[in-house]
């Protein structure tokens, strides 16, 4: 039997405890391919429609899994496809690795077909790129960059020229001058504070009347000890984007998610705290934080490399945050100040009234905030919600409430458009006991999610929970662009470049087999979520929604109220209907 470098590089990813592998074939790859075809028995490999969508499911696979998530793709092209979802990884501290195909050795240089500087072209997004040119090196060169992805929650990228593919595999070199031996296991650093740093950190927050908590995804296998400190303390939680699955949002104390996509509650929160304990989060906005210098700041975080860059902090503490939390809290007193607990309990009751209201008011033809406020009590106890970018970002940050048990997530710092299918499929298959739902506007279906639906088709019936509901936010515009062209630069909405082209959606979804439901009164939303959610295979769901309801942030600054009119008064084609949704959502 053929025992290649693409053999012994895949029974190293073996070894690696690696199963489940995202990509696209070319003929870059072919010496991979058909070592592939050869370990199928140890491989769950998912053939994507596009090679960027391979890495956005190794993305969401460590996402969801927390193990690495492998893509592949051919030389040049294929290579080039993956970027942007490597970005996503990178950007949202996930441990992925790309293999890639590359051009023959001696063809290097002399500008040949599809032959691209991958070293120069993947020098940013990746940790550790390396380029497997003898069979001797495949050994160490996959160990290391596993190793690094691993340790360091980030991104590696292996090159393999497709000559070196297809020679004799070298498992252990020569004992001679050059030549090196790595092995398989895990170098991962387990970073402790001190006592020392521990009890100044419980000083800070113990002298605090006012402590405010802001968790990111860093704690989201911390939620018990996030949920104790916070009862220990009379403190409020927001939460970032990335940290919405942290804690339930039917907690009294919870006061949703922060910034632009934030509620009244966090925003109120931020701005009246006199401490503020961060755990797990590079949250970017600044100007959703305390004001600089109000409050004395606590950080936990794993990496040093992210601490006191967003609001200065007295004490950093560098560890797991489950474990630093455990430690902290026994040297925790109680609230000095009940009223501050009160206050935040009491601006959450109002503030859910307040969405509950706004989610009610009429709209044409359905108000999308009411998509979202209705789909909460239909979720499945143990539903994983995937949500790409969009104008829907807003309401799945303020009105849907995660549940005990719940999984969630989006392409959080890079904010990419086009991630919600992929990383529901990606989900799915680490997750086939599970209900899925992707939440996805017109715009990103349109860009990949309708492709990706042909994956769905492929792979569904292997699933145990035939549950995977993809539900299309559809207003004929990219939205959020729209809103921030009005809201920041104070233009009018360019029709030219924010129309969606209509397109039947739910009738796409029969012809590949699956049931389509399409929405156009608020009336049967309900009844909808609840048809979609009881399917015994996958439903595409499309809801048609009025692109004129505003996600209004939770702080309007003068500047954009002065951007926002100013727009509307340049001749904005929907300004009469802008201007009726924005009455009512501050009326409601």
């Known amino acids: 039997m053929k025992h290649t470098v693409s053999d012994f590089m895949l029974k190293r990813l073996s070894a690696w405890r690696i199963r489940r592998v995202f990509g696209y074939p070319g003929d870059g790859i072919n010496g991979l391919m058909g070592a592939m075809g050869r370990a199928a028995d140890r491989f769950d490999y998912v053939r994507v429609r596009h090679e960027e969508m391979a890495a956005f499911m190794a993305c969401a696979h460590a996402k969801f899994t927390g193990e690495i998530g492998v893509c592949m793709a051919t030389s040049g092209p294929g290579a080039i496809h993956l970027l942007n979802g490597l970005y996503d990884a990178r950007m949202d501290h996930m441990p992925v690795l790309a293999i890639v195909g590359q051009q023959p050795r001696s063809a290097i240089g002399s500008d040949y077909q599809q032959e691209v500087d991958l070293h120069s072209l993947y020098k940013d997004v990746a940790r550790y790129v390396e380029t497997v040119n003898t069979p001797a090196q495949a050994r160490h060169v996959i160990d290391r960059a596993i190793r690094i992805t691993q340790a360091e929650r980030t991104v590696c990228c292996v090159i393999v020229p497709n000559d070196v593919q297809e020679m004799d595999a070298v498992e252990s070199p020569p004992r ?51 949920s104790d400190v916070a009862e220990r303390i009379g403190a409020g939680v927001a939460k970032a984007l990335l940290g919405k699955g942290v804690l339930p949002d039917d907690l009294p104390y919870v006061t949703g998610s922060i910034g632009l996509l934030g509620t009244r509650p966090s925003w109120d929160m931020m701005n009246d705290c006199d401490t503020l304990l961060m755990v797990g989060t590079t949250f970017p906005y600044a100007e959703f934080l305390p004001p600089d210098g109000q409050a004395r700041a606590v950080q936990i975080d794993i990496s040093p490399n992210n601490v006191s860059m967003r609001y200065a902090t007295e004490v950093n503490l560098i560890g ?29 009751r109002k503030w859910w009234r307040s969405l509950e209201s706004a989610a009610m008011q009429p709209a044409d033809p359905i108000n999308p905030q009411r998509i979202f406020w209705e789909l909460s009590p239909h979720l499945p106890d143990d539903v994983i919600i995937c949500d790409d970018c969009g104008s829907h970002t807003n309401w799945y940050a303020r009105d849907v409430r995660l549940r005990k ?109 699956f049931p389509g439901i399409r929405v156009d009164r608020p009336e049967d939303i309900a009844e909808a979520w609840r048809i979609a959610f009881a399917s015994n295979r996958p439903v595409v769901i499309e809801f048609i929604a009025d692109p004129n309801v505003p996600p209004l942030p939770p702080h309007i600054t003068l500047a954009q109220a002065r951007a926002y009119f100013t727009a509307l008064a340049k001749g904005d084609p929907d300004a009469r209907g802008v201007i009726r949704q924005t009455l009512r959502e501050v009326l409601s």
């Not at 740093?197 to 006012?210: F, P």
């Not at 455990?326 to 959450?348: C, S, T």
């Open 320 to 348: 797991d945050s489950r474990e630093v939390l455990r430690r902290l809290l026994p040297r925790l007193h109680g609230a000095k100040d009940p009223d501050w607990r009160e206050r935040i309990e009491l601006n959450v």
């Open 405 to 513: 048990g719940m999984m969630a997530s989006l392409s959080g710092k890079l904010a990419t458009m086009g991630s919600g299918v992929p990383y529901a499929i990606a989900a799915k298959m680490a997750h086939p006991d599970r209900p899925v739902l992707a939440i996805v506007g017109d715009g990103a279906m349109q860009m990949n999610g309708n492709a990706e639906l042909v994956t769905v088709k492929q792979y569904w019936q292997r699933w145990q929970h035939p549950g995977f509901v993809v539900m299309v936010l559809v207003n004929r515009d990219l939205n959020q662009v729209t809103w921030e062209q009005r809201a920041i630069a104070g233009d009018p909405r360019f029709a030219p470049a924010q129309d969606v082209e209509d397109f039947p959606y739910a009738r796409y979804a029969e012809l590949l087999g």
């Open 176 to 226: 001679e001058h050059g030549e090196v031996y790595s092995g398989v296991g895990a170098a991962i650093a387990r970073p402790v504070p001190v006592d020392q740093d521990l009890d100044r950190a419980a000083d800070v927050i113990n002298a605090g009347e006012r402590v405010a908590i802001l968790v990111g995804a860093g704690a989201l296998h911390a939620g018990r000890e996030v």
